[in-house]
């Protein structure tokens, strides 16, 4: 089964490098995309925000053949909900930690600023684990994936199109 992912930039990205993005994020260093257009739209505009009044958000879609990574046997991890398991994988990945090697794709809720917020008080211990998990209780969860192995983007991974915001 063959699904359509986003990933908002500032460029267009057709040929997509898990190596390249920033270390120490949420789910690992590698590419990530979201299954919501919404959401990738919205994170366009962020990261367009951030280069300038004059860099125009873009979202880039791929069809990726979800069946076809998880028949080879790439290793996932995946968090269905908000949890404990999840919170400190997140936590443990931002301080650095190689918790993500063991896996070639994480398939998580996303974070948004409120999200965020959460977890660094949990990280920075202003609050407990179980508080954080209250508050995250109510919260949707929008589910992001990080692919964290090139050969999935290589060969599970097609680039459709791109389109400005």
């Known amino acids: 089964m063959t699904i359509t992912l986003y990933h908002g930039s500032y460029i267009e990205v057709k040929n997509p490098l898990v190596n390249v993005g920033r270390k120490n994020l949420d789910f690992g260093q590698g590419f990530y995309l979201y299954n919501s257009k919404s959401e990738a ?7 367009s925000n951030r280069e300038g009044d004059d ?4 979202v880039n879609v791929y069809n990726f053949d979800y069946f076809r990574t998880k028949n080879i046997g790439y290793r996932f991890n995946e968090f269905e909900t908000y949890n404990i398991e999840w919170l400190n994988f997140v936590v443990d ?3 650095g930690k190689d918790v993500f090697s063991d896996y070639d794709i994480v398939i998580a809720g996303s974070i948004d600023d409120e ?3 959460i977890v660094v008080d949990y990280e920075k211990g202003v609050i407990t684990a179980e508080q954080a998990l209250e508050q995250l209780r109510y919260k949707d969860v929008k589910h992001q994936i990080c692919i964290l192995n090139q050969e ?14």
């Open 41 to 47: 739209e919205s994170w366009a505009k962020i990261a």
């Open 55 to 58: 860099v125009k958000p873009i």
């Open 93 to 95: 990945c931002r301080k």
């Open 115 to 117: 999200i965020a917020n």
């Open 152 to 165: 999935i983007i290589d060969y599970c991974l097609e680039f459709v199109e791109s389109y400005t915001l």
